[in-house]
C-alpha cells in the first residue's frame, strides 16, 4: 500500500508488482495511508485536509472526515476498525 503526490493511493500485489486497486478521491497529495484493523478497509490522509476510508478490494470510498488543517499521517486502531488517529 502506497500514498502518492498524484492525489492517489495503490494496493500492489507484492509478487508481480501490479496494481491491484487505485484509491481516488483526494483532492490533494495522499501524505499516508494504512489497514484497518479489520483488514478489508483502507485509510488515507491528504493535503486537502480530509481523510478517507475505502473499501481495499474495490476501492469504494466509504467515508470522508473533514480537518481544519493538512492531514500529513494516519495510523489505524488496533481494536476498531473505524477509529483512527
Known amino acids: 500500500l502506497t500514498a502518492g503526490d498524484d492525489k492517489t493511493a495503490r494496493l500492489w500485489d507484492v509478487k508481480s508488482g501490479l496494481e491491484l486497486v487505485k484509491y481516488r478521491g483526494h483532492t ?3 501524505y499516508s495511508c ?3 484493523s479489520c483488514g478489508t478497509r483502507v485509510i488515507t ?10 473499501e481495499m ?11 481544519e488543517i493538512p492531514i500529513s499521517s494516519i495510523a489505524p486502531s488496533p481494536t476498531d476498525p473505524y477509529c483512527f488517529v
Open 28 to 30: 490533494s497529495y495522499v
Open 34 to 36: 494504512a489497514f484497518t
Open 45 to 54: 490522509a491528504s493535503r486537502d485536509k480530509t481523510a478517507r476510508m475505502w
Open 57 to 67: 478490494k474495490s476501492g469504494v470510498e466509504l467515508a470522508v472526515y473533514f480537518s
